[in-house]
């Protein structure tokens, strides 16, 4: 069975990629009395999405990513949503200040962490040791943990096993992330024995990320060979990580009762979701929409995440220069971690320039039109990064906009 099947363009989507004028014209109006740069979230969009992905994860609980929206605002209104239930957070301080803000009770870790003030802080509190679960693929992070404060002295610390979910076909031939050494079901069972062996900890989950399937789009535009290749990787790959997951999950279940499983990433909901050894599902890219996941034949959100820059100049009759541009996304240094210039149609980047950091020109029919003062609309390559550079987010419903402040406006850089 084909779980990565194509999908038609329907609904509030179709509606907003083929009227773009429209959009363009109604974020200039919402948005003409602020300054750029300026960032919106279009609601019916991140909530059109949050629906669609709630259907996707087929009745399983989604986790929502906080990396991918760093908005304390837009976390609580997609968690007040059907079939969304707790955080998965990047950093153990994030997670205190999200619960000690009231956004959850419930966050997972997706990350070791060695911040020994957290960890401190952390164990202080009994509510909090309760509300936040700790990643862990190594007894060593246990010691850690013990070196900071005795298991005489605190409360139990919730732990999640961080399995490794790379395909390994043959030999060294490694497919997926670097992240967990727990790979196998014995290596699992076997970490297992010793987490709960330790006094004063807790094994309460698993958790098994597949980057390879989740994070990496099947379809890359002008690429169709390499589009074939993931997609033969994905469907060889999803099978037996199904079969290894179950039975790690068995093996780490002789050891602790486990309160969930966790998987996947918007790019794989579906598929993730129709894993029996799964309990719950993560995702948050597919809330903002960034433009990676247009490279994805399964399921592409509805774009609803934009910033605008301020054309300044007309150094020749078909090119347009804003002023900034440079918001790269991480990962492996391509051109698919490039913004996208969204609104107008028809713009792109100067080869030999790209997206600058003070100054960005752009090319195509399209710029003949812009004048000083015009504003262009990009997309982000990835979802969260987007708020590493803006204060607040324009919340946009209809004709009316209200800001809400990201990570970076309340003073937070969690990893900065």
Known sequence: MNVFRVTRLTGYRARVLTDRIALRRRLDRVTGHLETPVAVIDLAAFDDNAERLGARAAGKPIRVASKSVRCRTLLTRVLSRPGWRGVMAYTLPEAIWLVRSGVTDDVLVAYPSVDRAALRELTADADLAAAVTLMVDHPSQLDLVDDVVSPEGRPAVRLCIDLDASWRPAGPLHVGVRRSPVHSAVQAGTLARTLTSRKGFRLVGLMCYEAHIAGVGDDPPGRALRGRAIRLM??????????????????????????????GGTGSVSATSGDPAVTEVTAGSGLYGPALFDSYRSWRPTPAAFF??????????RIATVLGGGWIASGTAETSRLPVPWLPEGLRFKSDEGAGEVQTPLLGAAAEQLRPGDRVWFRHAK?????????????????????????????????G
Do not use: I, K, M, W
């Open 234 to 263: 994905q469907s060889r790959a999803f099978p037996e990580l199904r079969e290894r997951r179950a039975a790690a999950v068995r093996a780490v279940r002789e050891h602790a009762d486990l309160e969930f499983v966790n998987g």
């Open 383 to 415: 979802a969260g990064e987007l708020c590493e550079h803006v204060n607040e987010l324009q919340l946009v419903d209809g004709e009316t906009s209200t800001p809400a402040l990201t990570y970076r406006g309340e003073g937070r850089a969690f990893l």
């Open 308 to 317: 605008a820059l301020s054309v300044v100049r007309r150094p020749a009759p």
